[in-house]
């Protein structure tokens, strides 16, 4: 393996040897995406920015966690996974806690957002192989219009591959160094006369980053996903998915004062979730362009890593905060038609219900449930073939966070065919989870007043946006250009605090709990280049820029003059400051740049810089960089197709990218890792 500063010529020269093709591989038209509005659009006639991952481009990175590939994805920040899962955030704006609750997840229409992980995705629970992923749709901007409270910020869209592509079976093995022992079986085939299936199991294990300090890392996964596709007539179709993912990882502490101890707050456990799902949808054909589509999903997420603390008297004492579970059953109806000439419009309803059970969390209250009702229509007109017009509207009604109206509203201008300007604006509301409004967890007897309790009374986060965008499509040239100028303001953003005092001599502590505190202010831009300059190569650029700015909320202020509340000293208020103007690096770049060789052969190098960013408030890792490589080489053998690739991440070396800050030295240090793997289909 040539070293990182050659491997980029040895790439251009190889492009060099290539000619212009008169066939546009990669960019022969813009794609078309349904996950804005969900109407079939193309990306000019979209109401927001979106970035289109194509299976090519999965494969090319070089990941091995599906949360990696969005470092990929102007204004989108990662980390890797240790002894926390690992986080995807857009814009920055994050929680304490492990999860992503600002940021809708869908695969094939399933949420993967779960009232068991506070309303957010687990991304150690991705219940997707990656071979089984055909495209993925990343809206840059809110869309709570078509996909609810979540979908706060932005919706990342898995679309799996269709079963009436796979056939035969596939097995692939991968083996490395830290650890790295990954195993996926794939079948697929045909059922009766109408239907088709696929069937996958994977298991993903490695040792972790290095734990050179207080802390222990490991990681294994398991999963096991289906799919049936089932004709009932020429107007009826049927899909069913369902499957299960288990996830097994290292949480504790070696005691800080002498490391050699562990710490009995903290001791080193296994924390054990799992997910399971099922989902049924129905799709009826009704005219040209006109269909209706009915779906029902159930799920059930778990977890535990609980322990018995010495810091609580019985029976509190027995803990198990990841714990225990979290059910969702959901059923939505969508209809999608043309109502006049040149107009299309797509309408339709939800119910959901969820429910929570946690021993820890939960104390006492036993199940918590919330039901949320909700419907929304997106219409599409255009005029004149130079303007494309998009609104829509969403009301949803919860039964623990009240009534929301959601907006949106999107003036397209087509320039000409090459070039399109898009103005727009929309409003969003971010619910918070049913621990947030219920949570109960007590501390050393029942006259005790709760270390965290409940918010009722906490207001739903908002979020006004308004954008303008350009879009490039130079299909002469094989190339187009994405620009996103954005200007977010979020009100009532809520984070946990003590907002009195936690003193015995000023009237006994007052619990944690989430409060609306700050109003935050982001402008920025992002910007996304693709070009295909030769038939064999393949180049993508990103780039975001983006500041935000930190005020206190009416009820924030009101906490501040609270004597000895988390926002009365100086101290504590700088790090919920930080925790809000620091969440989102200042500059972010990423470029891929894959080249088919001769021979079978083919290279890939991603590069990425991230600014300094703080994850939480106590958590921060300073500016990096970071080069990933991949060699492939496709082969046959007889009838029999396979590959045979060679992956090495970090290849300039160590780096932080969640925990560096303090004077705990060696966190979280992602070093390089590298393995091979074989693949064969038959």
Known sequence: MPPPQRILPLILLGALSSAFADDDIFFAELPVVASVSRLPQRLADAPASVTVIDREMIRSSGIRSLSDIFRLVPGFQTFAHSDTAARVNYHGVTDDNDFSPRLQVLIDGRSLHSPLFRNGMNWALVPVALEDIERIEVVRGSNSVSYGTNAFLGVVNIITVDPSLVRGTSVSASSGSQGVRDHTVRTGGRFGDHGNFRLTYQKVKDDGLDDDYDWRDSYQNRRLDARFDYAVSMRDSLELNLGRVEGSFTRGRLDTVVPAVEDLENPFRDLEESSTWMQVRWLRALADGEDFSLRYTFSEDRGDDGFISPKYAAPYNDLNESGDRGL???IE??????????????????????????????????????????????????????????????????????????????????????????????????????????????????????????????????????????????????????????????????????????????????????????????????????????????????????????????????????????????????????????????????????????????????????????????????????????????????????????????????????????????????????????????
């Open 328 to 330: 969702r059953h959901e």
């Open 333 to 682: 109806a969508v209809h999608n038609f043309s109502p006049m000439e040149n107009t299309r419009l797509v309408w339709g309803g939800s119910w959901r219900r969820d429910a929570v059970t946690s021993n820890t969390m939960l104390r006492d209250r036993g199940e918590e449930t919330r039901q949320v009702w909700r419907a929304f229509a997106n219409g599409e007109w255009n005029p004149s073939k130079w303007v494309t017009v998009n609104l829509g509207a969403a009301s949803e009604r919860d039964s623990l966070a009240g009534v929301h109206f959601s907006p949106r509203a999107s003036l397209a201008f087509h320039v000409n065919p090459e070039n399109t300007l898009r103005l727009g604006y929309a409003r969003a509301w971010r619910t918070a989870s049913i621990q947030a409004y219920r949570a109960n967890f007590r501390q050393a007897d029942v006259t005790t007043k709760g270390d965290l309790a409940g918010n009722p009374d906490l207001p739903a986060e908002r979020l006004d946006t308004w954008e303008i965008g350009y879009l490039g499509d130079w299909r002469a040239w094989r190339m187009s250009l994405d620009v996103r100028h954005f200007r977010e303001r979020v009100t009532d953003r809520s984070l946990q605090l003590r907002p009195g005092p936690d003193t015995l001599a000023k009237g006994g502590p007052v619990p944690i709990s989430e409060q609306s505190i700050q109003n935050l202010a982001i402008r920025g831009y992002e910007l996304q280049f693709k070009w295909q300059p030769f038939t064999n190569t393949r180049l993508l650029l990103n780039h975001a820029s983006m500041r935000v700015d930190s005020e206190l909320s009416d009820n924030g202020r009101a906490i501040e003059l609270v004597d000895d509340s988390n926002l009365y000293f100086p101290a504590d208020m700088e790090k919920y400051v930080a925790l809000a103007e620091q969440s989102a690096p200042r500059r972010t770049s990423s470029i891929l740049l894959s080249q088919l060789l001769p021979g079978g052969f083919d290279i890939s190098v991603a590069r990425y810089w991230v600014d300094a960013i703080k994850w939480t408030r106590n958590t921060d890792a300073d500016k990096y960089h970071r080069t990933d490589v991949r060699l492939g080489y496709r082969f046959n053998l007889g009838e029999h197709k396979g590959e045979l690739a060679y992956t090495q991440q970090s290849v300039d070396g160590e780096h932080v990218e969640q925990r560096s800050a303090g004077s705990k030295p060696n966190q979280r240090t992602v070093d390089r890792r590298h393995w091979v793997t074989l693949t064969l289909a038959f």
